[in-house]
């Protein structure tokens, strides 16, 4: 891979709206990232493995629990330093920044808004150092959109309960040490469990054959009669709005994170087309050229603005879940559609991995599916501003 030459584009100024802890906390990631992430990815991408040696390093820059409170092992940052940290990630690459929102936003935040204090002073210090690794079991092989329809289940048993069912497409799944799965009681009420590796029937096969996220390991998590002490269960929030509150924190670090996806793109499509010669001068100079570079960096500015307010509202804890939903869906497919013309400005060069943008158009690929698909976000916002439910 071609040697990681990364520079930000910052059209609007924008640095000036950060304060000097926000430029800090990026510029470190930013230097992890060139330095620890950039030169080993395609490698690990073209392997289908996840990198583990970079686990300290997420954990040094604060991706694990940036806003979680100093006293549980978190860096105790505020909403926008979390984003730009997601953004500096996922310029390395999205399935790093996926392994860092899932141990952050699905299994960091519900322990630590939804736990009860001794689960908080178990897990939250091993999660934060990156000891433990987390997973978050939601989605099942028969309701991805609609998990409200989950099968997975628990029953009261007296001195534990006993857990049943199975999890699909779950993110860390094949190394986790812990997993945040939800499951209904036998009311039909969600509710959050704990499970630990080694539990008597429990199981994480990895899924093979991913052409998107190869960095990042995925798989099932399985329950066949899983004995989970009645201390596991997060008692402070059941219902699905328990589940979903942690997406919203998940996809707002994606709002952010695909932004630096995005400007990768256009920063090695901008550097390329300016070394490029064909026709006597470099290709930048073309005006079919200069059309899509205008275009990327106009619409990179508009999702950094998005996101930029979208922090605001989250600091002030006033971002709603359409707010982000509306923030996630437009960034993840601006930076798509940026990929895809950058992959084109090229040329065969693009198709390899001596660059870096057919990775990032791949990976992509899965996030603009997860967390939520593009569809399900557009009818979020259509319900936010109609009050009517289009989504059944
Ligand atoms: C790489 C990867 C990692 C993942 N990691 C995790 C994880 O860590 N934890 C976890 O729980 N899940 C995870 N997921 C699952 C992910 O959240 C789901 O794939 C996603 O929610 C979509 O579910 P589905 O794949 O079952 O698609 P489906 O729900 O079957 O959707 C198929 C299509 O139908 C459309 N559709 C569905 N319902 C409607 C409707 N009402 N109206 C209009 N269109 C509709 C969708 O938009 C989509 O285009 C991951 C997925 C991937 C690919």
Same mark, same amino acid.
């Given at each position: ?36 992430? %950039? $030169?080993i ?6 392997? +289908? ?5 970079? #686990?300290? &390093? /997420? ?95 628990f ?17 860390? %799944? $094949? ?7 939800? +499951? ?5 009420? #969600?509710? &959050? /469990? ?11 096969p ?58 990768d ?14 026709f ?24 950094q ?32 559609k ?30 603009i599916?997860?967390?939520?698909t ?19």
């Amino acid at each position: 891979m071609k040697p990681d030459l990364f520079e930000a584009p910052d059209y609007y100024n924008l640095d000036d709206l950060f304060t000097d802890e926000h430029k800090l906390v990026r510029d470190a990631a930013r230097e992890w990232v060139k330095r620890d992430v %950039s $030169p080993i990815i395609e490698e690990y991408a073209q392997r +289908a493995e996840f990198p583990k040696q970079i #686990i300290n &390093g /997420l954990a040094e820059i604060g991706a694990f629990g940036p806003y979680i409170p100093e006293e549980y092992g978190g860096a105790g940052l505020d909403q926008i330093s979390y984003g730009l940290i997601m953004q500096e990630i996922e310029r390395g690459d999205s399935g790093v920044r996926s392994t860092a929102s899932v141990q952050s936003s699905l299994v960091m935040y519900p322990i630590w808004k939804y736990g009860t204090e001794e689960q908080r002073q178990k897990y939250l210090p091993k999660l934060a150092s990156g000891e433990w690794m987390g997973s978050f079991g939601l989605t099942e092989p028969d309701h991805g959109s609609n998990p409200g329809g989950m099968t997975t289940n628990f029953k009261d048993m007296g001195d534990h309960y006993l857990l049943n069912g199975a999890k699909l497409w779950i993110s860390n %799944s $094949p190394f986790c040490d812990v997993a945040v799965v939800w +499951a209904k009681n036998e009311e039909g009420r #969600i509710h &959050g /469990l704990i499970v630990e590796r080694g539990m008597e029937g429990f199981s994480t096969p990895e899924t093979h054959n991913k052409w998107s996220l190869r960095a990042s390991a995925t798989g099932e998590l399985i329950f066949q009669d899983v004995k989970v002490p009645k201390e596991n269960l997060l008692p402070n929030k059941s219902g699905l709005g328990a589940p979903l509150g942690c997406l919203d924190s998940a996809r707002y670090g994606i709002a952010w994170g695909a932004i630096g996806a995005a400007m990768d793109c256009y920063d090695t499509a901008l550097r390329y087309s300016k070394e490029r010669i064909q026709f006597g001068k470099p290709i930048a100079a073309f005006q079919l050229q200069q059309k899509k570079l205008a275009e990327m960096i106009t619409e990179i500015t508009k999702a950094q603005l998005l996101a930029f307010r979208l922090g605001q509202l989250k600091n002030e804890n006033r971002a709603s879940s359409a707010q982000i939903s509306m923030a996630k869906r437009n960034n993840v497919e601006m930076a798509i559609k940026i990929a895809r013309e950058a992959r084109q400005m090229l040329g065969g060069m693009g198709i390899t991995g001596e660059y870096s943008i057919m990775r990032h158009m791949m990976n992509l690929e899965s996030v603009i599916t997860y967390e939520g698909t593009h569809d399900i976000h557009l009818l979020i916002t259509g319900l936010d501003i109609t009050g009517l439910n289009a989504f059944k």
